[in-house]
């Protein structure tokens, strides 16, 4: 095996870390930016691309609130609201909230295992270019006037072939089919890195408290996710090839368009929270200065989360009539998830009561994130009650209950992590200043604006009305959560310009900046094309806050791309495993499948033909390139 | 990795690949297996779903689907284990030569069972256009051949690449043994699919 350059006494420092980034470096301009398969390039653009439509969803956020801010107001037309707030729940929950989580993970989790890519990189571009495309349909549908309007949970019979013709709800259906095949694939990715790829010695019980939220929440994307993949799929078969799954005169069910629908979708509001958690827990140990308290506690408490959120889709049903026995199990199955969410708060608040924390402003998000989440986990449990659900279904205080839990307990934390993370991804550290002018704006925007909602809910105002007459009580309420709405877009403003004169300052930001303990902050900030020069090794489960140089292990090979693969259990060293090289493939696969899937929205023939070219693109992308490498071929 | 480092342990005598669980091939295979695992589960649940709404099942007045072609796939799947099976073995002891034949056999041995499923669609004596319950048996059907198709074309590409100088790679084999290893899947769904097409319509009054 001699003649292959591997990194060790003999090759080390700048010498070493020229050669692996000749390996490792996409290829230059365009061309590499279509091709590359670095996990850092992706996670980068994934997340660029879900801020974007947390921009777009909120500036249709904003137009609702200005038709509502007075009553009888004609600014937007009936048909038009709907389409508004169907694209905004859509847009936020399908292209924003998942997508941003599995965004930050693929940058991060990589990294944080202290390994040079993720599993299955082209599988990770491909999973990119899916979601976009998904995401363009949709938007395109919107500008072009054929965007969906029946709700973002596109109940049946109301979506179905007889209320609502037309293409609108067939460019929904087909979006999610999108972003369903993209998030399943990073799942998958994740799931392997995080069990495979760990740095050796980082035993499952060593691994930092993020990597357990994004194993547990990419279990749960495998497990649930194909649940909305196949109802969508039945409802654009009902409506486009005569299928009657849900049309009641032939036998079908709407309510089983509920049931798959919200076994997806009640684990989804987890799927967006979970990493919100692991994002609460990095935080919390690196400003209080100590890791988190009652560890296993934490790790069982995620894991319970998982568990219990399948158990509990039926809540959103309370309205739709069920036997006696399911109200009592479904209130109590949704109560239950409070226990776990409230031993990670109480260890959260135990850690900050015995470190010194350090009022940074990802710190703040985290106070500002335990504050609204926990009101927004009482009004949960409030409409967890029957008889209170079937007062507050489908009023304002159910737009306020959602908002406070998914704005407080997903966007606050994603909003913190970026501030933290911020050196990592760009090299800069965001200005503290400006940071916390943007958070308070945001977070005092955010009350004014939805605990009002709280009140109009219980005086009645149903959602989804495009207006309301006046003299119901409701007027000076709306008028402050559309004034509140005025200060969170003052706050976003704010944030972004923050990130924008940060951009355009040098790079200067070391490797560890906030003094962490995570292997994140080992890597160079920004990390190297392969993340590490040699393969860094695990002691605790804070490895930098040991004493002394940090412990490497050497031997992979320099000019190839590899990486380690180690046990599941314990991270023992296993295996030397070669890391693809960038191609454009995953990218016209990509396009083959869109054309696929949107031609399927206007004929079921396009499914049969768009074979080929998907065949094709496939095979390209999975025959091998070269000759066999200079390793032994059979060992 | 600014503060130095300190080395502790080479890793240049690692092997460069490994079987099952140690592969990373092996993980995407179970995580696409249990993604595809949901959508039968959960396509067996939406069966019983409007089965629960039916007086009789199949509704009167249909017959449920003719046994002959199910059941002859179903015999026929089952045999395709044993080629199957020799295949993994032989590409877990390198054996070149019987992964290649093994290959031909198996791509081979599908083409009738594509013909079979045609025979299949024909006799299920209900269009999905026709009710809930043809909508979900063609469901079924479809998306069982979905997995067929996707397999064949699998295998399909990996007979031509162990014929080429790649088949030699120690990695190609982990890739036989997992693709062996999907196939499994395949016909263990098919078992529990061929139940709810052709006998819970037996058996239930
Ligand atoms: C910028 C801050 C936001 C504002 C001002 C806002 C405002 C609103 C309003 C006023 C509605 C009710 C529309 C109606 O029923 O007539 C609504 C609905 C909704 N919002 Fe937000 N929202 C914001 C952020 C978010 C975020 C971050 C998410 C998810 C992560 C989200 C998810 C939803 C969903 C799912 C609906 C229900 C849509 C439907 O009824 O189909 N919102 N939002
Ligand atoms: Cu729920």
């Known amino acids: 095996m001699t003649g292959i350059a591997r990194d060790g006494e003999a090759l080390k420092g700048a010498e070493l870390e020229g050669r692996l980034d000749r390996t490792w470096r996409p290829a230059p301009g365009l061309w590499g930016w279509l091709t590359t398969v670095d996990h850092k390039d992706i996670g980068r653009r994934y997340i660029y691309t879900a801020m974007t439509f947390l921009i777009l969803g909120s500036i249709l ?38 997508p941003v989580m599995e965004a930050a993970a693929i940058y991060v989790i990589p990294l944080m295992m202290g390994t040079r890519n993720i599993a299955f990189p082209r599988l990770n571009a491909f999973s990119y270019w899916t979601y976009l495309f998904g995401a363009l349909l949709l938007w395109v549908g919107f500008v072009l006037n054929v965007g969906p309007d029946a709700g973002w949970f596109m109940y049946t019979p109301l979506s179905g072939p007889q209320f609502s013709p037309g293409k609108r709800t067939d460019i929904w259906a087909q979006m999610i ?102 994002f609460v827990s990095q935080i919390v140990e690196t400003f209080t200065g100590r890791p ?84 927004g ?74 605990f009002p909602m709280h009140i109009t809910g219980m005086l009645g105002m149903p959602r989804r009305v495009y207006t309301y007459p006046a003299n119901m009580g409701w007027d000076g309420l709306n008028m402050l959560s559309s004034i509140g709405v005025g200060v969170i877009v003052l706050g976003g403003l704010v944030f972004l310009a923050n990130v924008a004169l940060t951009l355009r300052r040098p790079r200067d930001a070391a490797p560890n900046p906030w003094n962490a303990a995570s292997l994140e902050w080992a890597a160079a900030s920004p990390p190297p094309p392969y993340n590490f020069p040699h393969v860094p090794v695990v002691r605790s489960a804070t ?28 991270a023992r060293p296993d295996i030397r495993y070669p890391s693809p090289e960038g191609t454009i493939w995953p990218l016209l696969s990509a396009i083959a499948l869109a054309a696929l899937f949107i031609g399927s929205i206007f004929t079921p023939w396009a499914v049969v033909i768009g074979l080929a070219p998907l065949g094709v693109a496939f095979l390209a992308w999975f025959w091998p390139k070269g000759s066999p490498t200079a390793e032994p071929v059979i060992e | 990795m600014a503060d130095g480092v300190r080395f502790e342990g080479d890793l240049a005598a690692l092997p460069t690949h490994g079987f099952g669980h140690r ?130 074309g699998d295998t399909l590409v990996l007979t031509a690449l162990m014929f080429t100088e790649h088949g030699k790679e120690a990695n190609r084999f982990v890739d036989t043994s997992e693709n062996a290893l999907y196939w499994r899947f395949v016909w263990l769904s098919w078992l529990l699919i061929y139940l709810l097409i052709y006998w819970v319509p037996r058996w239930l009054p």
């Open chain 1, 61 to 98: 956020s904003v137009a609702m609130r200005l038709q509502l801010a007075r009553p009888e107001s004609g600014l937007i037309s009936p048909a038009r609201y709907n389409q508004i707030f169907t694209m905004h729940g859509t847009t936020m929950m399908f292209l924003f909230a998942v």
């Open chain 1, 177 to 278: 089919t999108f972003t369903e095949v993209a998030g399943l694939a990073v799942a998958i990715e994740l799931t392997a890195t995080i069990l495979k790829f760990r740095a050796p010695g980082m035993s499952l019980n060593r691994m930092p408290l993020y990597a357990w939220a994004i194993l547990v929440t990419s279990i749960m994307i495998i497990l649930s996710l194909p649940a909305v993949a196949l109802c969508s799929g039945m409802l654009i078969a009902d409506r486009l090839i005569g299928t009657q799954f849900f049309n009641p005169f032939e036998h079908g069910d709407p309510l089983l368009w509920q049931h798959l629908f919200w076994f997806f979708a009640h684990p989804e509001v987890y799927i967006i929270f979970l990493p919100a958690t692991g």
């Open chain 1, 292 to 375: 988190v308290i009652a560890y296993p506690a934490m790790v069982l408490a995620v894991v319970a989360t998982g568990f219990l959120s399948f158990g509990v889709w039926v809540h959103h049903m309370f309205a739709t009539g069920l036997p006696r026995l399911g109200y009592d199990f479904y209130t109590a199955a949704t109560m239950a998830v409070a226990i776990p969410a409230s031993i990670q708060i109480f260890c959260w608040i135990a850690t900050m009561w015995l470190g010194k924390p350090r009022y940074a402003t990802p710190f703040l998000y985290v106070i500002a994130f335990i504050v609204t989440f926990v009101i």
């Open chain 1, 377 to 450: 986990g009482l009004s949960g449990v409030m409409v967890a009650s029957v008889p209170l659900d079937l007062q507050f279904h489908d009023t304002y205080f159910v737009v306020a209950h959602f908002h406070y839990v998914l704005v407080g307990g997903a966007v606050f934390p994603l909003l913190g992590a970026l501030t933290y993370w911020f050196p990592k991804f760009s090299g800069r550290m965001l200005s503290e200043g400006l940071g916390k002018l943007a958070f308070w704006l945001i977070f005092l925007g955010f009350n004014i604006a939805f």
């Open chain 1, 543 to 570: 490895p930098l806050w040991e004493q002394g140089p940090l412990p490497v292990m050497t031997g992979l090979r320099v000019d190839d791309r590899e990486l380690l693969i180690t046990t599941a259990i314990d």
């Open chain 2, 23 to 152: 592969s990373i091939t092996w993980w995407g295979i179970i995580g696409f297996m249990v993604v595809e695992g949901m959508f039968f589960a959960l396509s067996f649940a939406a069966y019983f779903f409007i089965l629960d709404k039916e007086q009789t099942w199949p509704p009167a007045p249909l017959a449920p689907p003719d046994l002959l072609a199910g059941s002859l796939l179903t015999i026929l799947i089952l045999l395709t284990e044993i080629p199957n099976s020799w295949i993994k073995r032989a590409a877990e002891r390198y054996d070149l030569a019987t992964v290649r034949k093994g290959l031909v056999v198996m791509s081979a041995a599908v083409i009738p069972l594509f013909v079979l499923r045609g025979f299949e669609f024909a006799s299920l004596n209900v269009s999905w256009t026709d009710n809930a319950y043809g909508s979900v048996m063609w469901l079924l059907l479809f998306l069982h051949t979905t997995h067929l198709v996707t397999d064949w």
